[in-house]
């Protein structure tokens, strides 16, 4: 018995040496050296008038603006708005009027500089008068600083009317009647005329009114953009759809001005009317920075279900398909036929109740034979009932996928958000690597990776689980999730120690052993030494929050093994 336990002991011993000397030759062979980043020198800027002081309308901006190289200017925060309060028009007016001169280009939204912010814009106050004067400021721009390129976007209204205490009693039976506006005009159904009837009379008119006067004012308002670009004052001109669903007066307005635009040959290619809002400024990117000489980007668009592209998403007016065939035409990129004929494949993905766990796990375990076999992917990963479980992420992550080869990734709000987020970084991180100065080529994927970090900590884990039962604790607490008051500050540290906690678990273990390398012909190989991670509510309220992660890296140094 003695002699048995000692030949086991003797055993034990002789494993865990071996592991350790394994160790300790592993350690030799390649040691991972934290090395400093500096910021690389600009090849351009772009002067931005955001839509609001949102993360999606500043900070994603200027951080996929980066990933090219390119420094994106914006307004001082105290001239863009706060939730509820408007920016300073006049202010943010002469800002513009005198920083754009710094730069080559400018995207500028039309609502901020107009009603101060997307917000304001819904309220409908400010008048024509306000709306001249913002196109005789283009005018002048364009007068003074001829050689700039000028993008300018605005906005359809949503099909909701804007919340106050005196309209919220009226949200469903207004989208009601507004969707009607829209049916009976293509059905002419005589039940959706009784019902419009019906309607008319118990809504109150001074509503109804606000309401059309609303959508008169826009289309006005866009007309005059629309003659900007024939006149030749901008470059470039973008109308977006507030959310909406697939009938109701934004699409009236809608296909009136696309009806516009294809009656006109030479505005094909520099306007163009899309789904969604804030995303709009981001996929502006690419027409302000990509030069004439620069070829298109070929797209394979790869639908992870049969019934995806058909897919009508909650606040979309159409098709998925046509949310993804309108984000690459802003961007100037084309589908192709074939995922060895381009430059990155886009995976679509919209998880609904009858996906199938086997189904998803398929669809993750192609995406990593692509990443593993060096493919660029963009992943859109989307779930009509608003629910992590119906998304690719936890498969990616079960399977072992090297998630931090991405060049993109979205799944926040809506579809339309999440597709042209994804589509555009995908262009700004194949843009960028275009430069040949490895030091460059670093800090641009770094600012990649921090972004993927981002999206995963954002669009999926807090925006798809944590939101929803921090604003259900918050309400047995007597606090209103969108109207934080003197409780900010509490749920603020709140929601950044869940964040902080939950980052080794969502990214940092997943990332641990990455090996980056940036060109097929150096002989360096990177890895993630550490993160920072900042955080903050943006807003007085609970909805979206301020994420910035930033890893450092580490060379990998080998030696050889004697």
């Known amino acids: 018995m003695i002699r048995l336990f000692f030949i086991h002991l003797s055993l034990i011993v002789f494993f865990l040496s071996t592991a350790l000397l394994c160790l300790f030759y592993s350690e030799l062979a390649m040691r991972a050296v934290p090395i400093a980043v500096e910021t690389p020198h600009p090849v351009g800027a772009i002067t931005l008038m955001p839509l609001d002081s949102r993360p999606p309308c500043t900070d994603y901006v200027k951080e996929l603006g980066q990933m090219a190289g390119y420094k994106v200017l914006l307004p001082p925060v105290e001239l863009l708005d706060d939730y509820k309060t408007p920016g300073h028009t006049a202010e943010l007016q002469k800002w513009l009027l005198r920083e754009v001169s710094q730069t080559e280009s400018a995207i500028i939204s039309v609502d901020m500089l107009v009603h101060g912010g997307l917000w304001a814009s819904r309220q409908g106050h400010n008048s024509a008068a306000k709306a001249d004067e913002v196109i005789n400021l283009l005018t002048s721009i364009h007068r003074f600083y001829p050689e700039i390129r000028l993008f300018a976007f605005n906005i359809i209204p949503r099909l909701f009317i804007a919340e106050k205490n005196l309209t919220a009693q009226y949200r469903n039976s207004m989208a009601e009647w507004s969707i009607l506006q829209d049916t009976f005009l293509i059905f002419e159904n005589p039940r959706d005329l009784h019902r419009l009837q019906q309607l008319e009379h118990s809504l109150p008119p001074d509503l109804t009114g606000q309401y059309r006067n609303l959508y008169t004012a826009n289309r006005a308002l866009n007309l005059k953009l629309v003659k900007l670009v024939r006149d030749g004052v901008l470059s470039g001109l973008v109308i977006g759809q507030d959310d909406s669903a697939p009938f109701g007066l934004g699409n009236l307005e809608r296909r009136h001005l696309e009806w516009v635009v294809q009656l006109q040959p030479e505005l094909q290619g520099k306007v163009f009317i899309t789904r969604g809002t804030d995303e709009v400024a981001l996929t502006m990117l690419r027409q302000a920075t990509r030069s004439p000489q620069e070829p298109r980007t070929k797209v394979f668009v790869h639908y992870t ?3 995806t592209a058909d897919s009508i998403l909650p606040y979309m007016p159409g098709p998925l398909s046509r949310t993804v065939a309108e984000k690459l035409d802003i961007l100037g990129a084309f589908p192709v036929d074939a995922a060895a004929d381009a430059n990155y494949i886009l995976v679509i993905h919209a998880g609904n109740s009858f ?10 375990d192609r995406i990593k034979n692509w990443l593993v076999t060096g493919k660029n992917i963009a992943l859109v990963d989307l779930a009509a009932d608003w629910s992590s479980d119906q998304t690719l992420l936890p498969h990616l992550q079960a399977n072992g996928s090297p ?7 979205a799944g926040w709000n809506t579809a339309s958000n999440s597709v042209g987020t994804a589509v555009t970084q995908a262009e700004m991180v194949l843009a960028g690597r275009s430069s040949s100065d490895l030091a ?23 925006q798809k689980m944590y939101r929803t039962a921090l604003n259900d604790m918050l309400l047995q607490q007597k606090i209103n999730p969108y109207a934080l008051g003197a409780d900010r500050k509490k749920v603020s540290q709140r929601i950044r120690r869940e964040m902080t906690d939950s980052f080794p678990r ?3 273990r997943h990332w641990r052993d990455a090996q980056i390398i940036l060109t097929a012909n150096s002989a360096a190989v990177f890895t993630i030494a ?4 900042e955080f903050g509510l943006p807003w007085d309220r609970t909805f979206e929050i301020r994420l910035d992660l930033k890893p450092t890296p580490a060379l990998i140094e080998r030696s050889e093994r004697h």
């Open 355 to 364: 996906s199938q766990p086997k189904t998803l796990a398929n669809a993750a």
């Open 305 to 307: 279900e049969p019934h």
């Open 530 to 533: 550490d993160w920072k991670i």
């Open 403 to 409: 998630l931090y080869k991405l060049i993109a990734y």
């Open 440 to 462: 460059t080529l670093l800090a641009r994927d770094l600012d990649r990776i921090g972004f993927l970090a981002e999206r995963f900590l954002d669009d999926w884990y807090y």
């Open 506 to 508: 969502l990214v940092g």
